[in-house]
């Protein structure tokens, strides 16, 4: 059996790592597959992240 994205996961962590760019839910993938994070360790981080507005974060790219 052949699982799709687990190299695209690496690879992508990687990248957001290298050009400081957040990436939670890469992050907690990574965790899962690379550092033997459990799945529900995972969901319960995502979940209690603290709220902001990611629109900002573009409005300020412009």
Not at 28 to 55: C, P
Request: glycine residues 4%; hydrophobic residues 50%; negative net charge.
């Amino acid at each position: 059996m052949v699982v799709e994205g687990i190299r695209t996961t690496k690879a992508a962590f990687q990248l957001a790592k290298a050009y400081d760019v957040p990436m939670p839910i890469t992050a907690a993938l990574y965790a899962v597959l690379f550092e033997e994070v459990s799945t529900n360790e995972a969901a319960e981080k995502l979940m209690g992240r603290m709220k902001k507005n990611e629109m900002e974060d573009l409005i300020n790219l412009l």
